[in-house]
C-alpha cells in the first residue's frame, strides 16, 4: 500500500538520511477495489463488506441496505455454519486447504458469489487466512460471528490473522470469507490455506530461518550476535523466544529491488521442512538505495504457509553499515538487531504504531501514537511512540520498545508454539 511509497517520498524530499524500515506487504493492495466501485454493481456481501470498510463513496447503492448498519445488519442474518468447512485440531500447526473456483466476474474483478464458510471449535487460539491464486492481486473479506468485517488484501498472497489485538481473540463459530482476485479468473482454481492453534502457549517460541543471500557482507558471527539482540527485544518483553532452526547460505543476486518477480522469487523458495519457521533473508542492498532497511511479507504474512510470495522478510545490510573512520565501515548490530525484530513484527501482524504522516493503522489501543501529523511528518525523537519497535522509521534513539498488547499479538500468532 502506501507504507513503502510515502516514506521514500519523504527520504528523497529532505535527503535527511532516515532509514526506512517499510512493509511493502500491502503494496498495491488496494488496486482490486481502487479501480472499481463495486458497490454500483455489485450486489452481495463483497459489496456490502467494501462499503462497510469505507471503500465506497456510497455506501448507500450497496443492494443489501441502505446504510453501513444495515449493510452490516443484513449480512449478519445471513450467518450460517450450513455446509460449512469444519477446522479440526491436528497436532501442533493445524493446517486446512481448502481448493475454490472462482464463480463470478465483475468490473475486472473475479469473486465468489456464495462466501467460503469455516466451523472453528472451541479450542481454536488463533488462525491466519491465506488466499492465493498465483502472481495476481489477491484479496477477501471476512467475518466472524459478529466481529465486523475486514478486508485483506496483498500482492499475490492476501493473509489475515486473528487475534490482531485484544478484542479479536477468534472463537468457537462461523467465519465467512469472501476471496477477490484482480482480473478475469472464471472457472480457475485458487487456494485457501488456514493456519491455527489450538492450545495455549506459555513460553513462546518463535523459529526462525536465516538465509544468506549471495555476497551479502556480514558473517555468521555478526549474524548470530544481532540475532541475540534480536531475541532480547521479544523476550525482555515476555514475547517469543528466537530459536535459530535452520542456517543457509545460497547463490543469488545480493542487490535487488524491493518489490517485483526477483524478490518474490526470492521469498517463494523453500529451506526445511519445518512449516512454522519464518524466513529472515539477508541480503547487501535494495537498489533503490534509499536507505531501506528491511521489508517484510506482510502485516501478517502468510505464517505456516511454505514458499509464497511473501514468506519471509528481507533484511538489507549495507544501510546497517555505518564509517567510522574513512573507508572503514562497521555493523551496527543493535539497528540491524531492531530492523529483523520490526520485521519479524510485521510479519507477526504488528501494524506501525505511527507512519510519517502521524497516522495509524494499528487497532492496538495501549500505545501512545504521535500526534505531529500537521508537521508532515513524525520523526521518532518527538513522538511518544518513538522508542517503539513499530515506529515507522528509525531514530538516535535504540527502539526495542513493545506494549502488552502488541506482545500478545505477537505470541498469538499460529506458528509461534
Ligand atoms: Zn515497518
Not at 305 to 326: D, Q
Request: glycine share 8%.
Amino acid at each position: 500500500m502506501y507504507y513503502f511509497i510515502v516514506a521514500m517520498i519523504f527520504c528523497l524530499l529532505c535527503s535527511c538520511g532516515h532509514e526506512e524500515r517499510s512493509s511493502l506487504s500491502l503494496s498495491s493492495s488496494s488496486i482490486p477495489f481502487a479501480f472499481v466501485d463495486p458497490c454500483t454493481s455489485m450486489p452481495g456481501p463483497n459489496c456490502c463488506a467494501l462499503a462497510f470498510n469505507g471503500l465506497c463513496e456510497e455506501p448507500s447503492v450497496c443492494s443489501l441496505g441502505t446504510d453501513e448498519d444495515d449493510c452490516r445488519g443484513t449480512f449478519h442474518t445471513e450467518l450460517s455454519c450450513v455446509e460449512a468447512y469444519v477446522i479440526e485440531e491436528d497436532g501442533d500447526l493445524t493446517r486446512d486447504l481448502i481448493s475454490f473456483t472462482w464463480s463470478d466476474q465483475l468490473n475486472g474483478m473475479s469473486y465468489t458469489s456464495e462466501p467460503i464458510v469455516l466451523k472453528l471449535p472451541s479450542s481454536i487460539q488463533s488462525l491466519s487466512i491465506s488466499v492465493m491464486d498465483g502472481e495476481i492481486e489477491t484479496g477477501m473479506n471476512w467475518a466472524l460471528n459478529d466481529e465486523s468485517l475486514k478486508t485483506m488484501s496483498g500482492s499475490n498472497v492476501a493473509t489475515g490473522a486473528l487475534p490482531h489485538h485484544y478484542e479479536s481473540t477468534p472463537e468457537e463459530g462461523c467465519l465467512q470469507i469472501w476471496p477477490l482476485v484482480e482480473g478475469d479468473r472464471l472457472e480457475r482454481e485458487a487456494r485457501l490455506l488456514i493456519t491455527s492453534r489450538h492450545h495455549e502457549v506459555t513460553d513462546p517460541i518463535l523459529d526462525v530461518n536465516v538465509i544468506v543471500v549471495g555476497e551479502a557482507d556480514v558473517t555468521e558471527d555478526e549474524l548470530a550476535e544481532v540475532l541475540v539482540v534480536t531475541a532480547n527485544i521479544f523476550e525482555s518483553h515476555r514475547g517469543p523466544s528466537i530459536n535459530l532452526s535452520g542456517w543457509f547460505k545460497i547463490d543469488g543476486e545480493s542487490l535487488i529491488p524491493s518489490e517485483g518477480n526477483e524478490i518474490n522469487q526470492l521469498r517463494q523458495q523453500e529451506f526445511s521442512d519445518n512449516a512454522r519457521a519464518l524466513n529472515v533473508f539477508i541480503i547487501d542492498d535494495f537498489t533503490e538505495g534509499d536507505g531501506t532497511l528491511g521489508i517484510a511479507g506482510g502485516v501478517p504474512g502468510p505464517n505456516g504457509v511454505e514458499a509464497t510470495s511473501a514468506s519471509g522478510l528481507v533484511v538489507a545490510i549495507e544501510p546497517h553499515l555505518s564509517e567510522e573512520e574513512e573507508g572503514v565501515f562497521e555493523l551496527q548490530y543493535s539497528l540491524l538487531a531492531s530492523t529483523i525484530a520490526h520485521e519479524l513484527g510485521h510479519q507477526l501482524g504488528l501494524e506501525h504504531t505511527t507512519e510519517d504522516d502521524g497516522s495509524t493503522q494499528s487497532s492496538i489501543d495501549d500505545l501512545e501514537s504521535c500526534a505531529y501529523a500537521e508537521l508532515g511528518s513524525s520523526e521518532a525523537e518527538e513522538c511518544p511512540d518513538g522508542r517503539n519497535l513499530m515506529f515507522w522509521t528509525s531514530g538516535d534513539e535504540p527502539q526495542d520498545q513493545l506494549s502488552a498488547e502488541q506482545v500478545f499479538v505477537l505470541n498469538h500468532n499460529p506458528i509461534i508454539y
